[in-house]
């Protein structure tokens, strides 16, 4: 990454949001990092330091509080989300427009936001924590797989509008990732699949997948910090897959 960047990180203040966090600050970002979250927020600060990253306690899912945030932003990764797992005549439709407020609506207002300063530099990177639900459905996880398919969408139109311009915009496609998200579907994962707790990792969620482990933080962070490096200049439209094999059926 250039020096001297200025990078914006949502659901940063724990999993995937925090290893990025960390991993930008070592490359020499300032980061300000964004949660609803405040005391674990006020830990990342503390690990980190307070002269590498801002904190900013934010619910993301209430658009109006987008107007408090910094626009002069060269590097934008929309991290932030939630699940909610119901079949679909059961979803609560409240749960629904909140997990697309959060995870749609959100991380265009901040590119929408963040673009004009990336143009102006003629340097940009957008990058779009995804999932490999942005590219396959499971039963159950309507709001979140359409979100993620949302997501793959508006970051492809703005890899196609940005790509003269010296901004690049990309997914990253992680499967089950070891985060609080993660660990917090166990019990409902087993609600709605009639199992026990402890089956749901090897009968649900690592069933279609080669590589049989939850994915770290950390290797997601790693791939943001190449697409923000200085050989990622060519590579805009893409969505990378971390998924342990899962679309290879």
Same mark, same amino acid.
């Given at each position: 990454?250039?020096? /001297?960047?200025?990078?914006?990180?949502?659901?940063?203040? %724990?999993?995937? *949001?925090?290893?990025?966090?960390?991993?930008?600050?070592?490359? *020499?970002?300032?980061?300000?990092?964004?949660?609803?979250? *405040?005391?674990?927020?006020?830990?990342?600060?503390?690990?980190?330091?307070?002269?590498? !990253?801002?904190?900013?306690?934010?619910?993301?899912?209430?658009?109006?509080?987008?107007?408090?945030?910094?626009?002069?932003i060269?590097?934008?990764?929309?991290?932030?989300?939630?699940?909610? !797992?119901?079949?679909?005549?059961?979803?609560?439709? =409240?749960?629904f427009?909140?997990?697309?407020?959060?995870?749609?609506? %959100?991380?265009?207002?901040?590119?929408?936001?963040?673009?004009?300063?990336m143009?102006?530099?003629?340097?940009?990177?957008?990058?779009?924590?995804?999932?490999?639900? *942005?590219?396959?459905?499971?039963?159950?996880?309507?709001?979140?797989v359409?979100a993620?398919?949302?997501?793959?969408?508006? %970051?492809?139109?703005?890899?196609?509008?940005?790509?003269?311009?010296?901004?690049?915009?990309?997914?990253?496609?992680?499967?089950? !990732?070891?985060?609080?998200?993660?660990?917090?579907?166990?019990? /409902?994962?087993? =609600?709605?699949?009639?199992?026990?707790? %402890?089956? !749901?990792?090897a009968?649900?969620?690592?069933?279609?997948? /080669?590589?049989?482990?939850?994915?770290?933080p950390?290797?997601?962070?790693?791939?943001?910090?190449?697409?923000c490096?200085?050989?990622?200049?060519?590579?805009?439209g893409?969505?990378?897959?971390?998924?342990?094999?899962?679309?290879?059926?």
């Open positions: 990454m250039p020096e /001297a960047r200025t990078a914006l990180v949502t659901g940063a203040a %724990s999993g995937i *949001g925090a290893a990025v966090v960390e991993r930008l600050a070592v490359d *020499g970002a300032q980061v300000h990092a964004v949660d609803i979250d *405040g005391d674990a927020l006020d830990k990342l600060v503390a690990r980190i330091g307070v002269d590498r !990253v801002t904190p900013w306690v934010l619910d993301l899912a209430d658009l109006d509080t987008h107007a408090d945030l910094p626009t002069d060269d590097v934008l990764v929309n991290n932030a989300g939630i699940q909610h !797992v119901a079949p679909v005549h059961e979803f609560p439709i =409240e749960e427009e909140q997990i697309h407020r959060l995870m749609l609506l %959100s991380p265009f207002r901040l590119v929408r936001a963040c673009l004009p300063h143009y102006a530099a003629g340097w940009g990177r957008v990058v779009n924590v995804s999932s490999v639900h *942005g590219l396959r459905a499971s039963a159950f996880k309507s709001a979140y359409s993620k398919h949302g997501l793959e969408g508006l %970051s492809k139109v703005v890899a196609l509008e940005a790509g003269d311009k010296g901004v690049t915009s990309n997914c990253i496609n992680p499967a089950y !990732v070891r985060t609080p998200l993660v660990e917090n579907q166990i019990r /409902a994962q087993a =609600e709605a699949h009639g199992i026990p707790e %402890s089956e !749901v990792l009968e649900v969620m690592l069933t279609p997948v /080669a590589v049989k482990r939850l994915i770290e950390a290797e997601v962070a790693d791939l943001v910090g190449f697409l490096g200085p050989s990622s200049d060519s590579i805009t893409s969505s990378f897959t971390m998924d342990g094999g899962w679309t290879a059926h």
